[in-house]
């Protein structure tokens, strides 16, 4: 995502950074652009994967679902953003993965928790306590046999979520759900745009612009930018059948405009409003696509 992509851009550091991690991942190259997203290009570019890399993001992404899966039961008022990343990287690591999020560029934490208003890279802390009502985004990944998986949720934690917060994230969910239902070899990113867009907008909600979502696999970010509105800015690339994508939408209940905070990552909506987002792992197939960080299991 965007963040990622401008630390590398800034960061002197040699391709490989977040290596102290585990992961052993090439850094991506970024290159910036005046206005939207930033493209995230990769040394080896589009990536088709074989069924047998396949098989092994899909080990990488039934550890990232069942962490998710397993906040999602536990999340509750008075704990902490700290509790819930502790939580994450621990059963990351029992189940031999590495957190792909810890170290890279130098985050800090497993996961990525974001609260209301902040629309991501929110950095957990033990400081940060979980409210009743609180619109909650866990974003994680996993590192497994030389492959990541990465997935995010929207959770409204608790009882006394307003009613905006409840639609907001269940739109949220729909858009990735209509975005995914586009893909299949011979449809192209902007079938998947087009899609999120329209039903993120026929419910009067924006989506953000600044974020995309992108290819992974080797690498947690890879080309190519996977966006949720329609452009003509970014590649309409044709999906084949062995990519291997990230699909994230992101929705803000005002403005789609953004800001990042001074700690250079948690990113939040410059009115305030609501945010929320959701993400899939999937590798496209010839008539549809694999959900590869599928919870139900």
């Not at 621990?90 to 890279?104: D, N």
């Not at 003509?232 to 990230?246: Q, V």
Request: hydrophobic share 40%; with cysteine; proline share 3%.
């Amino acid at each position: 995502m965007n963040l990622f992509a401008d630390l590398l851009a800034s960061s002197t550091r040699a391709a490989g950074a977040g290596a102290s991690a585990g992961k052993g991942i090439a850094a991506p190259v970024a290159t910036a652009v005046a206005t939207g997203p930033r493209i995230q290009k990769s040394r080896r570019g589009v990536e088709i994967k074989s069924a047998r890399e396949i098989e092994t993001m899909r080990q990488a992404s039934r550890i990232v679902a069942t962490v998710l899966r397993e906040i999602l039961e536990i999340a509750a008022p008075g704990m902490t953003t700290g509790d819930l990343d502790r939580h994450a990287e621990k059963r990351i690591r029992e189940m031999g993965a590495v957190p792909s999020f810890k170290g890279y560029h130098g985050f800090p934490a497993s996961i990525c928790a974001s609260i209301n208003n902040e629309v991501v890279h929110g950095i957990p802390s033990s400081k940060r306590v979980i409210k009743a009502g609180d619109l909650v985004k866990i974003d994680t990944g996993a590192y497994f046999d030389g492959y990541h998986g990465d997935s995010c949720v929207s959770l409204c934690v608790g009882e006394g979520a307003t009613e905006e917060a409840q639609r907001l994230t269940r739109v949220a969910q729909e858009s990735l759900m209509k975005g995914l239902a586009q893909i299949k070899a011979g449809n192209t990113l902007l079938d998947i745009a087009g899609a999120v867009q329209d039903h993120v907008e026929a419910h009067g909600y924006a989506v953000v612009e600044d974020y995309t979502g992108h290819g992974v696999g080797r690498n947690l970010h890879e080309e190519p930018s996977v966006f949720n509105y329609r452009t003509r800015d970014l590649p309409n690339m044709k999906l084949r059948a062995g990519m291997t994508l990230a699909v994230e939408p992101i929705l803000n209940a005002g403005s789609k405009a953004c800001r990042t905070l001074k700690d250079r990552w948690t990113v939040v909506t410059v009115d305030g409003s609501l945010s929320a987002q959701w993400e899939h792992t999937i590798a496209v197939t010839s008539d549809g696509c694999e959900i590869l960080t599928d919870r139900e299991f």
